[in-house]
Each structure stands twice: as C-alpha cells, then as structure tokens.
C-alpha cells in the first residue's frame, strides 16, 4: 500500500499572502488552534461521523476499483483512520484516504496511524486544500474564482466519492477584513464570512456526482441569518440525507455547538427525505421513561425518540424530517406528524406576526462603553459632568425581567446620549450648549476620534454609532435580552434608551399602542417559547435561547375575536408586576399563559 505525504506547491496567488493562509498554516499549537476554530474532532464523534461515511460509500455501485475519501483539513488523521476502522476489512482493500493540512508535525502523525490500515492507497498533502483548486474547473461547474492551479498541484476536482471533515470554523475578526473579502470573493461568500463556507464550497468541487459529504460543524447555519448562503449552498448542490444537531451535549471541545451533515451531491433532490435528529439536555421529567446509554450517540441513529440518560445528565432526543423552506432566508427546522399539526393550528389561528406590527430592533452601540456608559457620573468633578437632560437611563440584559423594569436602590447605569432627543433625524446636539459634557467628552476625544468608521460616515467624533431616531425613546415600546433561557420581555418607561444587548420594538405607523399588550402576553407565555423552541430552536449551554430580531419578528399573533380575554386581563398583570404582588402575579400569569394557548386554538402543555 503506497503512502505519500507531498510538501505542497507554493501558490503564487493573492490568497498566498493573506491571513487566511497564514491562519490555517500557522497553527502549530493547541492554543494557536483553539482561538483560530480548529478543534481535531474527538474520538466519539469521529467514529459517528465516520461510520455515516460508511453506511453511504458501501451502498454506491461496486463497479469502480477504488473509493477515495478525502479530509480537506486532516489535523493527525483522526477522520480519516475512523473512516478505516468503520469499513469492514475487505472494503479497505479498494479505498483510498487523501488528506490535507498546513500542519506537519499533525501529518507525521496522521501517516503513522494510517499506514497500517489496509488502504489501497495514502495520500497525505502538506498544504492547504483551498489553494489547489483548479479555478477552470471552480469557474465552468460552479462559477467560482478559485486560485489558478500551477504545474505542481494536483487536478482534484471530482475526484472523491466521499469527503469527511470538520472544516476549520473562523470568523471574519479573526481572519481579518482583507483576507475575508478575499474569500468572499473567490468563493462568492455574502455577509459575514467565516472560513467554514469556502471549504464547503471547495469540498463540493472535490466529490463526484452522488459523493457522500459528511460534515461536522457548527448548527448555526442552521436557523441564523448568517447561515443563509450555507442553506442555499446545500440545497441547491446536494440530496441532504441526515442532519443530528448535537445542541448542548458537550460532545465537542469548542464554544460552537455542533451539529453532522451528511449529504449526496446530486441535482436530483427526489430520491429520499432527510431525516433530523434533535437531542439536547432537558431537565429529567418524575415518572418520565428514561434510557440510559453509554454516550448520547448510541441513541442518535434514528431509530430512537424521547428521553435518553448519560453521566447523569438526560436529554431529550427528537427525530422527524427536515424542512429547508423555500429559500436559503428561512430557517431548516424538524417536520413531523405532530409538529406539522401543531404548526397548522397556530396558523389556522394567527391574524400575523408580529413583523406585521412593529419592527424589532436591536438596541445601541456606541462602540465606546467605557465612555457613553457608566453608573457612576455623579462621582466625576462637577465641571465634567454631563448635564443631566443628556444622560439617559439604560436597559441592560442585567436588568430584563418579565413584564417591567425592577425597582431597585443599585445605581442605575446611564448612557451619554448627545442627541436632540426630540428630532425625528439624529442630529447631535451642539456641545457648545453643553460646557459639562463638552469638558468630558474632550478628555476622550483621542479614543473616540480614533474610530475612524464614525468620523468617514459623516458623524461627528462625539456621535454613537448606533444611536437610532431620538424621538423613537420618547415612544411605548417593549423589549427582551437577546440572550435568556426563558421569556423575559418588558415594557420600557418613556425616556429609557435600550442597550445592544437586548432588541426593542417599534411599532409600524398607524399601529394602535394596544398591539404592544398583547405582544407582550404571548411573548412572556409557554407558548412563545414552544413556538421558538419547534421553529427555531436555537439554543446554547444550558437552554439559553437567542431571541435574535429575526426569530422574535415571527412570533405568531392569535386573531383579535380570540384574544380578547387576553387584552381584558392584562392591565391586571402589569398592576400586579408594578406593585411587586407577587401572588397575585402568579395566578394571573397562570391564567393569561392558559389564554394564550387557547387563542391558537391549543391545550396548554407542560414547559419542558
């Protein structure tokens, strides 16, 4: 069996001098490895995804030689020798593992564990993947504009039956700006780029027609904004076969939370469903029916859905289709026989969105904290503090709660906020109005001049960088942390300004200021987060959501001949929130959360 592993040409291309070269070459330690996205692929989840590999690869016609299978970013081989191990001895006769990498010393080892193997062939790259591309090739079957081959590398386009890999996942701050518009040029990447997206596209290039892809990467591509192109990406050049969002199960060494894809390049998106596999970590349920399993990927096959134990730790495993929308725009999200009725009847029962009567927004961004925000003016020399009709209290996520603002003797944070707060348009104040805080804000001009995108917009060096209109502050309006484990959406006292980490709604002209209760009733109720949790599900450790502008904008509203019961009740909760009644509180929440389900024309049911 041939082993080989080639030191790479020297691409003399732009990409060659960039920092995406020099992220993925460089990386030679496990920190260096770490705050750049790569993470090798533990041996759990390595054997998983391997062992899909498997499935799909031996079901392909016998009639070739050789089936070869290529890791983009092999790192020490683990994907690679688990691709090995999960094929029965007599199919490593006919298989072929090439590998790439910009790591040596990871490839001297990747060699020593497949050398043994049985392969019919290995081929080990010292270079990176995503400069050998041919770009005659990229450009006549995907229109892409990948770095011309030179003389020495190697025409692999179309060569795999299957590709494994858990690509590295790199944001646009770490690869820097130029090194992004770069790739997002090459490989026709809109929005923020991350490195993840280019090696999908290369990947693609790689397979042949019916090429198995299985992919390890991060699940929010699969419901984010972000994720569109990578939606449309997928759907448009590949038969999706199986996708397991791992969630919260800790299964990977890395901040994202993961999630396997495996796919067939294919044209033809007819021949079967794909099946979605959900598991993530719920609190065990008395009297529930709990299986315990070594690790959570024994049961993460399809054939089990419900409760599933391991180290003490329960997770709830569901299992249905995927519905990828029409668009790359809508979130993937799981189909099955419940939830498609479920989903029916609130739509049977919605009169909208709530999209359809406010905008939600998120909050400010000064871009300078430490000198628009503080909870401590009244300790600065009276000279440099900011007259007060131009300090603002703040809402901060630390500060959300249900229903109001709490009351409380802390110091209340307070933003500089230099604008006519009665302009319909951002226009700053004149600081000559304003000695106190003209005397402040030059003590800082140095930092805050030194933000060189306000200055080129046009701003003023005192100006926030996103302030929103003045006057909007002056208007009802409610808001909610962008992250929170449950529902916590309040209204917001005139003349508080929100923070960037929380999102604020505006109502949409003509629209009466009752829209806002009721808003508010079905966002603070189970079923708001039943909704999310079937439609969007974008969750982090330990349950927290993400209640982003684009999620939150679809809540559903019930037609208003059936809310009535809920409009009627509200005063009374707010009363009850603004009074601190506790008991009362609770009951009428009880109450209003039963109204809300029966709107949609729905049982309450049990928040998990």
């Not at 750049?36 to 998983?48: F, K, V």
């Not at 270079?127 to 504009?145: C, K, P, R, W, Y």
């Not at 029966?598 to 309450?604: H, I, S, V």
């Amino acid at each position: 069996m041939p082993a080989l592993v080639n030191s790479g040409s020297q691409i003399d291309a732009p990409l060659a001098k960039s920092k995406a070269r020099t992220v993925v070459r460089e990386l030679t330690d496990e920190t260096q490895r770490k705050t750049h996205g790569i993470h090798y692929t533990p041996p759990l989840l390595a054997d998983y995804l391997a062992r899909q590999v498997a499935l799909e690869i031996q079901s392909l016609p016998r009639t070739r030689r050789q089936f070869a299978v290529l890791d983009p970013a092999c790192g020490d081989g683990g994907l690679l020798k688990a691709v090995a191990d999960a094929v029965p001895p007599a199919f490593r006769e006919r298989l072929s593992l090439v590998g790439f990498d910009t790591d040596e010393r990871a490839l001297a080892k990747a060699e020593t564990a497949l050398k043994r193997c049985g392969l019919a062939a290995l081929q080990l790259e010292h270079t990176d993947f995503l400069s050998v591309i041919s770009s005659e090739q990229a450009e006549a079957q995907m229109g892409l504009h990948f770095v011309a081959r030179t003389k020495e590398s190697h025409g692999w386009a179309g060569r795999f039956q299957a590709v494994i890999s858990n690509p590295p996942y790199v944001r646009t701050q770490v690869l820097g700006s130029a090194a992004a518009q770069e790739l997002a040029t090459r490989f026709g990447l809109t929005g923020r780029v991350d490195l993840y997206h280019a090696f999908v596209k290369a990947m693609t290039l790689a397979l042949d027609d019916q090429g198995i892809l299985a992919l390890l990467t991060s699940n929010r591509f699969l419901s984010v904004q972000s994720g569109s192109s990578m939606r449309e990406w997928m759907t448009e050049h590949f038969q999706l076969l199986r996708l397991v969002d791992l969630g919260d199960t800790k299964l990977f060494d890395a901040a994202v939370l993961p999630a396997v894809l495996v796919a067939k390049r294919s044209v033809d998106k007819s021949e079967r469903e794909c099946e979605f596999i959900r598991v993530y970590e719920t609190p065990e349920r008395a009297g529930a029916n709990v299986r315990d399993v070594g690790s959570i990927l024994e049961v993460a096959d399809g054939s089990f859905a419900g409760f599933a134990r391991t180290d003490g730790v329960c997770f709830q495993v569901e299992t249905g289709r995927l519905q990828t929308g029409a668009d790359g725009r809508t979130p993937w999200t799981m189909s099955n026989g419940g939830v498609d009725s479920w989903l029916a009847t609130v739509k049977a029962n919605s009169a909208g969105t709530f999209a359809n009567v406010a905008k939600i927004c998120v909050g400010i961004k000064t871009t300078a904290d430490s000198v628009f925000i503080r909870d401590d003016w009244d300790s600065l020399p009276e000279d440099e503090r900011p007259e007060n009709e131009l300090l603002r209290p703040l809402v901060t996520h630390h500060r959300a709660t249900c229903w109001h603002v709490p009351a409380t003797t802390l110091a209340i944070k307070r933003v500089l906020y230099p604008y006519e707060v009665t302009s319909e348009d951002r226009t700053p104040v004149d600081l000559a109005d304003y000695p106190r805080a003209r005397a402040y804000l030059l003590k800082h001009r140095e930092r805050l001049q030194s933000r060189n995108y306000v200055i080129e917009s046009g701003r003023q060096w005192y100006e926030i960088w996103v302030p929103h209109r003045p006057k909007d502050w002056t208007r009802p309006k409610l808001a909610f942390p962008d992250i929170s484990e449950t529902s916590k959406f309040f209204f917001v006292e005139e003349g508080w300004i929100v923070n960037g980490d929380c999102y604020w709604t505006k109502l949409l002209p003509g629209k009466d200021v009752s829209w806002l209760s009721l808003m508010l009733a079905v966002a603070n109720s189970s079923f708001a987060l039943k909704f999310y949790d079937t439609v969007f599900h974008n969750k982090l450790y330990s349950g927290r959501r993400r209640f982003m502008s684009q999620y939150v904008s679809r809540f559903p509203l019930p037609k208003l001949d059936r809310a009535k019961d809920i409009i009627a009740i509200m005063p009374r909760v707010l009363k009850a929130s603004s009074e601190q009644n506790t008991d009362e509180l609770e009951r009428l929440q009880d109450q209003l959360d039963g109204l809300v389900w029966k709107a949609f024309g729905l049982p309450k049911e049990i928040a998990r």
